[in-house]
């Protein structure tokens, strides 16, 4: 079925580890982002790209990194984990957000950060 | 930069009220605008979007929304709700030729039985 997959669906880490969250999608949309949900908070936007080899900072983006080889791909790196990076994280794509068509959601990948 | 506001962040109501969620926005130019829905344990959908034309914009499951560009707002409504509707909602906003879609902090609606 087409979609975004993001994978994995629950992890722990320790403080100080690091690890990718992955996120692919098969409507070869142009526009990827990744936002964390924490309660009260809403969604916040972490980074985006608009095009593979394009990448840009969000509301939230320190602690993390991304990188777009690839339409499809949008893998989302925690360099040294920390607590506070405890959340659920989304990954959306779109055609395009400035066309307005809305986004496409993955189903989230819950972390937590001991 | 444009901003989302929701003004309720928990709405308890029975089966068959009238349901209204208050969203504003602040961005003086052309915004795109959307009603997301989170259903517990699901990610995110796509209730209705605004683009341009007829401002009111009815979605699914009988939600519509009113945009009212001198209020800067953007308020969902359903006539009646039903339990199932119990989720959370959010209201988001795209600044023309932005590149970012930014979301409110959600509105938790409880439906009682």
């Known amino acids: 079925n087409a979609g975004v997959t993001q994978t994995p669906k629950f992890q722990v880490l320790k403080t100080g580890q690091s690890m990718t969250l992955q996120c692919a999608q098969d409507m070869n949309h142009e526009y990827m982002s990744w936002y964390r949900q924490d309660p009260g908070m809403g969604l916040r936007l972490i980074h985006y790209s608009v095009g593979a080899g394009i990448t840009d900072q969000g509301e939230v983006p320190n602690g993390y990194n991304v990188s777009r080889s690839t339409t499809e791909d949008f893998p989302l790196r925690l360099l040294s984990a920390a607590p506070s990076q405890t959340s659920v994280y989304f990954c959306?794509?779109?055609?395009?957000?400035?066309?307005?068509?809305?986004?496409?959601f993955g189903s989230g990948t819950r972390l937590t950060v001991v | 930069a444009q901003s989302v506001s929701q003004h309720n962040h928990h709405v308890i109501l029975s089966e068959a009220a009238s349901l209204e969620l208050g969203c504003n926005y602040s961005?003086?130019?052309?915004?795109?605008l959307f009603w997301y829905v989170q259903y517990p344990g699901q990610h995110l959908q796509l209730l209705l979007k605004?683009?341009?034309?007829?401002?009111l914009v009815k979605g699914i499951k009988g939600f519509e929304a009113e945009f009212i560009k001198s209020k800067f707002s953007f308020n969902l409504r359903k006539p009646s709700v039903q339990w199932s509707d119990t989720a959370e909602y959010f209201c988001?906003?795209?600044?023309?030729?932005?590149?970012?879609?930014?979301f409110g902090k959600g509105t938790r609606l409880h439906i009682l039985p």
């Open positions: 605004y683009f341009s034309g007829d401002p």
């Open positions: 988001a906003v795209n600044a023309y030729r932005d590149d970012k879609i930014i």
């Open positions: 959306a794509s779109s055609y395009s957000p400035t066309g307005g068509y809305g986004y496409t």
């Open positions: 961005y003086g130019g052309t915004v795109n």
